[in-house]
């Protein structure tokens, strides 16, 4: 037990510097699991819905959908029948590693499935891959849990089966394939290559009567019910409102800079939705604990932008295994898919869609892509979203600034006849503004390996002028922001003297508009209309405005 203790209790943030961790009982925060499979119309309000309606959805998937916990796993199911083999799947980043190292430490400290298993052993198909000599069961579990490699001490732990749990954690990181039922071998001590040995495992051809609980991404699903029993499958779902606030809470040091990071985070409904998947809210709060130690007047300066191309950045790194060459062409062909699917308001894409841009499902498209199977009539079909739809709507716009069509594409691809956004481009051009940042720009090249095209700086500035004169401003002072650039606001700000708000929320106004007028040397009037500043926002902005009105 000692040893699966010290194993399990701290481990190492992404960005860990030498002698840095983190305990899992302080950082670990609850996660949504449900048990049964949501429809396809369920699964495409998840997709659109953003802030308190995706909210308000999460609470509702929970009370259809069979929520369980991770005490309630081998629970009895309405039948009676107890599992004996879990699959929790979810995308990448999703927290399906960090669960099932907080079982194994919560069994080792007495607080979990006491009563069910005597031996909990994990095995990671990560580290397996690397394996290139034979080995027994017997002596991969004696080595990873700290045993001692006793054939007599391992075959008295094998003997009680039913009281065993094997977590193999990472099913579709497997870089080999398993082999048929025939290629099996039920001898804990003879050594084997690693391909029978899980083969075995997974069949249950060996130590028939313990349980399993599997983890993978969802595009290998098929696959591992060609080689599984009949199982229970549990979706992780990702953070709930409450527990995304509990999760900054456990991740800051005081409770002051926990309320300030995720009063900031709710500001923005994009990104705290996106923080329902564990990896954003994790580099969500890295950004802001850094920028806190700095000066805790500037931890608003995150763009949405750049958190989004911190996660694209992040998944790559720490969860892709292909070559710079292969990222490369798949993030244009993602782009390619996310445009063409923002342009015709699709979120669930077919095989057919997939085919058509050369998209192939893999570790790397899996990255990106859930896989979703609905039933259709007598039959069941799968299809394809991206994690959500602003997440589509990231990979649209590095379609345009990754693709040569950058050279060529207009204003009227993004606008009415009237010179408004189009609804559902709105996301896209606040993304495009935001990736004419040169830094991000640089980044994403580094990232993608790919040419980033500069001539669609001048399309966005087209834009404004285009939508300046005739409409409301949030929007445009929202892009504005995104791009964090001094000399690009300043010239398009001279072109807004007069500006129109509505129904704009206090703290985005103050937001985007203190950055735009400060960087501006002009003077300018604000009618606001439907919404409303207190005496302090007022006076930070009073140096450039000369007049303000509200209806």
Known sequence: ?????????????????????????????????????????????????????????????????????????????????????????????????????KIMLDWAFGNLYQDRFHFIFYISCREINHFTDNISIGT?????????????????????????????????????????????????????????LLNSLFRKQIFEKSSLIITTRPYTLEKLREIIRLSRYVEIMGF?????????????????????????????????TLCTVPITCWIVCTVLKQQIKKDFSLINNNTTTSIYVLYLKSLIKYHGRSSNQCISSYIKKFGALAKEGVWNQKIIFEEEDLEKHAVTVSDIASLFLNENIFQRDIESQTCYSFVHLSVQE??????YILSEEAESWDVSQFTTSQGEVRPHFTL????????????????????????????????????????????YHNEILNCLYETQDEDFVRRMMSQMVDLRIEEM????IHQCLSYCLIKT???????????????????????????CSSI
């Open 394 to 399: 990231f990979f649209a716009a590095l379609y």
């Open 240 to 272: 709930t409102g409450e527990n995304r606030e509990k999760y900054f809470s456990n991740f800051f040091e005081s409770k002051q800079q926990a309320d300030k990071a995720l009063s900031l985070v709710k500001q923005n409904d994009t990104l705290f």
């Open 428 to 471: 896209t051009v606040r993304f495009l503004f935001g990736l004419a940042n040169e830094k991000l720009k640089a980044t994403i090249g580094e990232i993608t390996q790919c040419k980033v095209y500069p001539a669609f700086k001048s399309v966005l500035e087209e834009l404004v002028t285009k939508y300046k004169v005739k409409h």
């Open 1 to 101: 037990m000692d040893n699966i203790k010290n194993k399990y209790q701290q481990f190492e943030d992404r960005n860990a510097r030498l002698g840095e961790a983190v305990l899992l009982n302080r950082r670990y925060t609850r996660l949504r699991m449900i048990k049964k499979h949501r429809d396809q119309e369920e699964r495409a309000h998840e997709l659109i819905y953003y802030g308190r309606k995706h909210l308000d959805l999460m609470d509702k998937s929970l009370e259809e959908y069979s929520p369980t916990t991770m005490e309630a796993l081998f629970d009895p199911g309405e039948d009676g029948i107890t599992p004996a083999t879990v699959v929790l799947q979810g995308p990448a980043g999703i927290g399906k590693t960090m669960t099932v190292k």
């Open 505 to 508: 929320e206090e703290n985005s």
């Open 140 to 196: 991969y579990i004696a080595r990873s849990n700290g045993l001692q490699c006793q054939h007599n001490l391992i075959k008295s732990i094998f003997e009680d089966a039913e009281k065993i749990l094997f977590i193999i954690d990472g099913f579709d990181e497997l870089d080999f394939p398993l082999g048929n039922e025939a290629e099996i071998n039920i001898d804990t001590i003879q050594e084997t290559p690693k391909e029978i």
């Open 521 to 547: 040397k002009c003077v300018h009037s604000l009618s606001m209309e439907k919404c409303s500043l207190n005496p302090e926002t007022l006076r930070a902005l009073a140096p450039g405005l000369h007049n």
